[in-house]
């Protein structure tokens, strides 16, 4: 199948280094402590945090550190054809690891000891990248959420089909057989978290494709401080003139 | 959900009730301000967001061909399903949602699905079929709670309600096989200008009435029912029919008080009803000057 047309576009028209449209909102749950969502195209997810609270099971507690804890779910309605899935199926159960452990390296667990955070990702729509929106929407939840983080976390995947590096793949293409390659990395630290791929491919091409997914990622860290500092300014605006 | 309250604050919510002043300033009978966007799920055939105050909820019809119910061969087919997202309280967390979700399912399919005869369904089911005994469509209603500020079975009901209305179903053409021996050979229209739009005035809405002390109130907050003794839900549509009926809670409630209850909630759905007709409209009309 062709994923490039002869003039360089993509299926759903992009270039091949180009990202989808990035949507955030900051504070969509009244009730949580921090919530946020995040869209790249059509693929849209929220992003729930409760905490830092007490541990609830108080064998988990931990005397140094927080708890942090993740739970991933996909609504009913979020793929092309309506699949129920369980809570505890294997997608999920890993997913919710990855994210856990994504989002514990940002998260200064050390600040925080004997309590604990959660944080819930529920895909709405999903169309590839779920992996990448799920960490960028938690992000935000999280310093919604005022949580002291070492510095935000961004994801942004890449693949390589008809031998070409391709940023922040859809469906249609995240299914076309090439590699797919997931990166999450600290944009001011300048360090990878997570780097996940499957599929082969050579090692300079993994190269071009890694540095690809970065720099599609670094472009989303730049959205996302925009985000917040529009909410930031928001919230500012929303609390009067300082007072002195 | 766990809302802690102390003695005060129990008694200033029993309180307001009584004289009729509730701690957001409403009446007894008062709903909240809501809002409603359709078309929210592109990958859906219908689906709608209603936020009522802290309580959000997305609702999506899903519509497969199918073959029809054993017995009734000129009918379709319905199925409501809710799900409640860990994103509304921390304690859906896992499996931790479950009994909830059930309920609730239970409680709209009581008032959509209508009768084991398909008789009383919120929708017309003969006008989901599409070749007698062969081919019909099955629509799959799926409710998300995404934030939890009480009353989540009438947010659910008008988000079905909203999102059914809010469906299109594809044209399909059929080529040949409509006699009995046949196998129906069929095309779905890829032209989505041809889609045909599902019967909706007679779906209900539901407005459940949860008695605090001696009073009852519409539309309570998660605060308000905490202290409740009992609730019961009334699924009512534009008719002024009762399509449906729920009691929850511990309590007991007199006869005289039921039918009350029930008088009340018919009242109050009408109002509503032309409320939640209006909100649609004009979401549709929003993305109809988008396009």
């Not at chain 2, 009353?151 to 059914?164: E, H, P, T, W």
Request: hydrophobic share 40%; glycine share 8%.
């Amino acid at each position: 199948m062709d994923f490039l047309s002869p003039e360089g576009l993509r299926l759903d028209g992009r270039r091949a280094l180009e990202l989808r449209q990035l949507q955030a909102e900051v504070g969509v749950v009244e009730k949580a402590d921090g919530s946020a969502t995040f869209e790249m195209g059509n693929t849209k997810v929220i992003a729930v945090v409760y905490g830092p609270r007490e541990v609830q099971n108080r064998n988990q507690q931990q005397h140094d550190q927080a708890l942090v804890r993740c739970e991933y779910s996909m609504a009913s309605f979020s793929t092309g054809d309506r699949r129920r899935r369980g809570k505890g199926d294997r997608r999920a159960t890993e997913l919710s690891l990855v994210i856990r452990q994504t989002m514990e390296a940002a998260i200064l667990t050390n600040l925080l000891p004997r309590s604990q955070i959660d944080i819930f990702v529920q895909v709405l729509q999903a169309d590839g990248g779920t992996r990448a929106c799920c960490i960028n929407a938690a992000t935000l939840a999280l310093a919604d959420a005022g949580i002291p983080m070492r510095d935000i976390i961004v994801s942004c995947a890449a693949g390589y089909l008809n031998s070409t590096p391709i940023l922040d793949l859809n469906y249609l293409e995240d299914s076309g057989g090439g590699p797919d390659l997931t990166v999450a990395l600290f944009p001011k630290l300048n360090k990878v978290s997570l780097l996940q791929m499957d599929s082969k491919i050579p090692i300079d091409v993994f190269e071009k494709v890694m540095s690809l997914a970065s720099e599609g990622a670094r472009t989303v860290a730049q959205f996302i401080k925009e985000t917040l500092m529009e909410n930031t300014t928001q919230l500012a605006l929303a609390k009067g003139p300082p007072k002195f | 959900m766990v809302v802690g309250l102390s003695a005060a604050e129990k008694n200033y919510i029993a309180g307001g009730i009584a004289v009729d002043l509730r701690s957001d300033g409403r009446g007894r009978h008062h709903f909240r301000e809501f809002s409603i966007d359709t078309s929210v799920v592109p990958q859906a055939n219908g689906s709608a967001r209603i936020c009522l105050g802290g309580t959000d909820v997305v609702a999506s019809v899903k519509a497969e061909l199918s073959t029809p119910p054993s017995g009734r061969p000129n009918h379709g087919k319905m199925e409501i399903n809710v799900e409640c997202s860990p994103t509304a309280a921390p304690e859906f967390e896992g499996r931790g949602g479950e009994e909830l979700s059930m309920d609730l399912s239970r409680a709209l399919q009581r008032s959509f699905l209508g009768g084991a005869s398909g008789a009383g369904a919120a929708i017309d089911l003969a006008s989901l079929s599409i070749v007698e005994g062969k081919l019909c469509w099955m629509l799959y209603i799926d409710g998300l709670v995404l934030s939890s500020d009480g009353n989540l079975l009438d947010a659910l009901s008008i988000a079905m309600k909203a999102a059914l209305s809010n469906c299109g179903l594809p044209k399909v053409d059929i080529i040949s096989g409509t006699s009995p021996e046949e196998e129906p050979d069929y095309e779905l229209s890829g032209n989505p200008e041809e889609f045909s739009r599902l019967e909706t005035s007679l779906v209900p809405v539901i407005v459940t009435l949860t008695k605090v002390g001696k009073h009852y109130i519409v539309d309570a907050t998660a605060e308000e029912e905490s202290q409740m003794t009992a609730a019961v839900s009334v699924a009512v549509n534009k008719k002024g029919s009762v399509c449906g009926l729920t009691k929850r809670g511990g309590t007991g409630l007199d006869t005289s008080v039921l039918l009350d209850m029930i008088s009340v909630a018919k009242r109050v759905s009408q109002s509503l009803l032309s409320t939640v007709d209006s909100e649609i409209l004009a979401s549709e009309t929003r993305h109809n000057e988008e396009l």
